[in-house]
Nanobody, 116 residues
Framework: QVQLVESGGGLVQPGGSLNLSCVVS????????MGWYRQVPGDRRQLVAS???????KYGDSVEGRFTVSRDNDEDAVYLQMHSLRPEDTAVYCC??????????WGEGFQVTVSA
């Protein structure tokens, strides 16, 4: 059974940085697209960033220029470097992995809080 194991969330002050990691576990499987969504209770889920296996990236408008997504295809992992964090970046962040015509795989998610 495929699982996505996430790490790196927590509390950070405004202007600070955090690094998130997500590793595929269970079976050796390389996904076409991997990335991160975030959600605040009561709001819609929002794309943070995604990266295709060929390296093409996509970012949410509010994080463009501050966050960087990367992946290691050999390790079946995706990473998110977050800089210049703002209180409005506070949310539950979830890793996802997808292949065409297949159900998406999701991590459990964890809290990122940006607060003084």
């Amino acid at each position: 059974q495929v699982q996505l194991v996430e790490s790196g969330g927590g509390l950070v002050q405004p202007g600070g940085s955090l690094n998130l990691s997500c590793v595929v576990s269970g079976i050796a499987l390389t996904f076409s697209t991997m990335g991160w969504y975030r959600q605040v209770p009561g709001d819609r889920r929002q794309l943070v960033a995604s990266i295709r296996i060929d390296g093409v990236t996509k970012y949410g408008d509010s994080v463009e220029g501050r966050f960087t997504v990367s992946r290691d295809n050999d390790e079946d992992a995706v990473y998110l470097q977050m800089h210049s964090l703002r209180p409005e970046d506070t949310a539950v962040y979830c890793c996802f992995a997808s292949n065409p015509c297949a159900r998406d795989t999701w991590g459990e998610g964890f809290q990122v809080t940006v607060s003084a």
